[in-house]
T-cell receptor, first 112, second 114 residues
Framework: QKEVEQNSGPLSVPEGAIASLNCTYSDRGSQSFFWYRQYSGKSPELIMF????GDKEDGRFTAQLNKASQYVSLLIRDSQPSDSATYLCAVGGSSNTGKLIFGQGTTLQVKP | EPEVTQTPSHQVTQMGQEVILRCVPI?????FYWYRQILGQKVEFLVS????????KSEIFDDQFSVERPDGSNFTLKIRSTKLEDSAMYFCARGGLAGANEQFFGPGTRLTVL
C-alpha cells in the first residue's frame, strides 16, 4: 500500500515566524510532489509543486524535496493568520496517470 | 474564478438511490479526476479520465461507480445504489494545460446518504 504520511498537528506558530511542514512517502518511483492548502469546508487549493531534488521558492513558500530520503517539506516564511489551514501533501503515483495520493494533512495555526 | 464548477453543491439522497454529480470545466482540458473526502479523513483518489477514457481507477471505484463525458463538456460521476458510507465531499479536478500533473480542484459536492 503506497502511503503518504504527515504529522496531523496542530502546528502552532506565532505571526511572522517560519512554519515548517513535513511529509514522507513510500513509493520510491514517485515523480511529482504537491502541496495543497485546505480551509475548513473548502476544496484543496494547489500552492506548490516540485519535481526535482532541492528547493523551489515561490513568494513566502519554499518546497523542498529529497528523493533519497523520500521526504518533502514546505516552509512558510512570515506566517500570517490567514495561513491558518490544513496543508495537504500529495504525491503523484509512478503510473503517470495523474493519480495523486494524499496525506492526512497538517493543521497549521498562526497566532497573532 | 473556479477552475471547474460542480453541481449540485449539496445532494441529499436515500440509501439505494442513484445520484449523478456533475463537473463543468471552464476551459478545454483533457485530464479530469474525481476524488472524495469523508469527513475528517484523507482525500482519496477515485478515477482519472483522459481524452474521454478512464486511465486509472482505485479499488473504491467499484461497479457502483461510473464516469462519463456525455456531451464532450460536462463530466459526470454516477453512483448507482448509494450506501451510507458514500457520504462524503466529492471533488472534481482538472489537469494542467501542460499535462496531468498539476491538478486544480473544483468546489466539491457534499453528498449525504440517509
Amino acid at each position: 500500500q503506497k502511503e503518504v504520511e504527515q504529522n496531523s498537528g496542530p502546528l502552532s506558530v506565532p505571526e511572522g515566524a517560519i512554519a515548517s511542514l513535513n511529509c514522507t512517502y513510500s513509493d520510491r518511483g514517485s515523480q511529482s510532489f504537491f502541496w495543497y492548502r485546505q480551509y475548513s469546508g473548502k476544496s484543496p487549493e494547489l500552492i506548490m509543486f516540485i519535481y526535482s531534488n532541492g528547493d523551489k521558492e515561490d513568494g513566502r513558500f519554499t518546497a523542498q524535496l529529497n528523493k533519497a530520503s523520500q521526504y518533502v517539506s514546505l516552509l512558510i516564511r512570515d506566517s500570517q493568520p490567514s495561513d491558518s489551514a490544513t496543508y495537504l501533501c500529495a504525491v503523484g503515483g509512478s503510473s503517470n496517470t495523474g493519480k495523486l495520493i494524499f496525506g492526512q494533512g497538517t493543521t497549521l495555526q498562526v497566532k497573532p | 474564478e473556479p477552475e471547474v464548477t460542480q453541481t449540485p453543491s449539496h445532494q441529499v439522497t436515500q440509501m439505494g438511490q442513484e445520484v449523478i454529480l456533475r463537473c463543468v470545466p471552464i476551459s478545454n482540458h483533457l485530464y479530469f479526476y474525481w476524488y472524495r473526502q469523508i469527513l475528517g479523513q484523507k482525500v482519496e483518489f477515485l478515477v482519472s479520465f483522459y481524452n474521454n477514457e478512464i486511465s486509472e481507477k482505485s479499488e473504491i471505484f467499484d461497479d457502483q461507480f461510473s464516469v462519463e463525458r456525455p456531451d464532450g463538456s460536462n463530466f459526470t460521476l454516477k453512483i448507482r445504489s448509494t450506501k451510507l458510507e458514500d457520504s462524503a465531499m466529492y471533488f472534481c479536478a482538472r489537469g494542467g494545460l501542460a499535462g496531468a500533473n498539476e491538478q486544480f480542484f473544483g468546489p466539491g459536492t457534499r453528498l449525504t446518504v440517509l
